[in-house]
C-alpha cells in the first residue's frame, strides 16, 4: 500500500500491467506519490474545482490530485496501455475520475468539465508548450480555466517567467505575463522520474488574471511580439518594418525608441506598441 492513498505502489502498477515507458510519448513517469501530491498541492485548493489533467500515465499525479481533495479529475491519456490501471484509480475514488482515451490536442474537453476548472499536467515538452499557447490565447478572456500547474523541461519555464533583459525573455513570457501570474513553483533534477529524461524539470503555476494587465489587441500584440521576437538580435525599426509604414513614428508614439531591441522592451512598451498599430 501507498502512503497518500490504499492502491498498490506505482512500480507495482506498472509491472502488473506491463507500463514499460515508451520515448515516442515522452513517458518519463513520477513515481514517488509523496512527490506527486507535493506538486497537486501546488495547484491550490481543489475542493470546489474540476481539474483537468492531461497524460496521466499510470496515475501518479492523478492519485496526487484526489488525494489532496480534487472534487473531480478529467484525465485524457493518448496511451490506451494506461487505462486499466487508471480504471484502478476511478474504483478507488467513485464518481471523482473520468478518463478520456485521446490526443490532448484534438480532444475537447470541456464538454466534460464544469467550473471552476484547473488545469495540471506533467506532459511530453513539445505537446505542452503547444497547449500552454492554446491555453494563453484563447478566443475569449478570462479563458476556461483558473490556474495551469504544468511540469516543463527547466529552460522553458525560464521562458515563461523571463524579464526584459535576460536570454530567456521572450514570445512565451510576454504571452504567459499579459493575462496571468506565472510563478517556477518546484525543481526536479532528472531523476525524480523513471526512466530520468536528459533534463531537469520545473512546475510553473500561473494564475489567469480577471483582465489583462495592459489593454491591447491580442491579435495585434501577438504579431507584432512574435515579429519583434522573431529577429530578436535587430533594432526594433528593422524587425517591425512590415508592422505598419511608419513604424518608427509609431514606436515614439508608444514610448520606445527605434533603436531598441525587442528583449529590452517591457509587457506595458508592446501593448502600448500594439494598441498604436492597432489605430491602423
Ligand atoms: N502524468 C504521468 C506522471 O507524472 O508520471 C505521466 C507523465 S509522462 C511525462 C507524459 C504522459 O502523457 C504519458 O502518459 C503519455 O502517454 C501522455 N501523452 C503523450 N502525448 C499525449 C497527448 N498528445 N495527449 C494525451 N496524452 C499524451
Known amino acids: 500500500m501507498s502512503t497518500i492513498d490504499n492502491l498498490p505502489p506505482l512500480r507495482e502498477v506498472i509491472a502488473t500491467h506491463d507500463l514499460a515507458a515508451r520515448k515516442s510519448l515522452g513517458q518519463n513517469f513520477l513515481l514517488d506519490l509523496n512527490l506527486t501530491a507535493k506538486i497537486a498541492r501546488q495547484a491550490g485548493d481543489m475542493a470546489d474545482c474540476d481539474v483537468l ?106 521562458r515563461i517567467v523571463a524579464t526584459p533583459g535576460s536570454k530567456a525573455y521572450g514570445r512565451l513570457a510576454v504571452l504567459a505575463q499579459w493575462r496571468s501570474d506565472a510563478r517556477i513553483v518546484l525543481q526536479l533534477p532528472p531523476g525524480a522520474f523513471t526512466p530520468p529524461p536528459k533534463v531537469s524539470s520545473s512546475v510553473v503555476h500561473l494564475t489567469a488574471l480577471p483582465e489583462p494587465r495592459f489593454p491591447a ?55 502600448a506598441l500594439a494598441r498604436e498599430i492597432a489605430k491602423g
Open 53 to 158: 489533467e492531461i497524460g496521466p500515465g499510470p496515475g501518479g499525479l492523478t492519485r496526487g490530485l484526489l488525494s489532496e481533495g480534487a472534487r473531480h479529475v478529467l484525465a485524457i491519456e493518448k496511451d490506451r496501455r494506461c487505462l486499466p490501471a487508471l480504471a484502478e484509480i476511478a474504483d478507488h475514488y467513485p464518481g471523482r475520475l473520468t478518463v478520456i482515451e485521446g490526443d490532448a490536442l484534438e480532444v475537447d474537453p470541456l464538454t466534460h468539465l464544469t467550473p471552476p476548472i484547473r488545469v495540471a499536467a506533467n506532459l511530453p515538452y513539445n505537446v505542452g508548450t503547444e497547449l500552454l499557447v492554446r491555453w494563453l490565447t484563447p478566443p475569449e478572456w478570462p479563458p476556461f480555466w483558473q490556474s495551469l500547474t504544468l511540469m516543463f523541461q527547466r529552460e522553458v519555464a525560464e
Open 217 to 271: 489587441d491580442p491579435d495585434v500584440l501577438s504579431r507584432v511580439v512574435a515579429m519583434a521576437f522573431n529577429q530578436r538580435r535587430k533594432m526594433l525599426r528593422s524587425a517591425l518594418k512590415g508592422a505598419a509604414p511608419d513604424i518608427e513614428d509609431r514606436l515614439r508614439a508608444a514610448g520606445l525608441s527605434p533603436t531598441e531591441r525587442a528583449e529590452q522592451i517591457s509587457l506595458e512598451g508592446f501593448c
